[in-house]
């Protein structure tokens, strides 16, 4: 899963669609195809972001590595919390939910 995350973060970027950071994956969830949490967000912020997103219906990551590392991905000198993908083919967007879904059982 890496691999293709790493490959959709990095055309996501390149295309500029998506959005650093946690005030931004919430006020933009209505068009976020998929967001993506580091585990260095705060147990109240990353409750109330999957609070909106399962209303919204939108799946969420958890990144297995700290926002410093989610940041390096991102190609930045700062960390990032969340990061909201607002283009994702629903191909990649199943491939990434079920390797999620297979790491967590």
Sequence with gaps: MVKLLEKVIKDAIEDGKCSFGTKEA???????????????????????IQEVAKISKVPTLNYNGSSVELGRLCGTQFRISALSLKILSDTNLKAITKELETETK
């Design 26 to 48: 919430i006020s933009t969830i209505k068009n976020t195809k998929l967001i993506v949490l580091s585990h260095s967000i705060s147990e109240e912020i990353l409750e109330k």
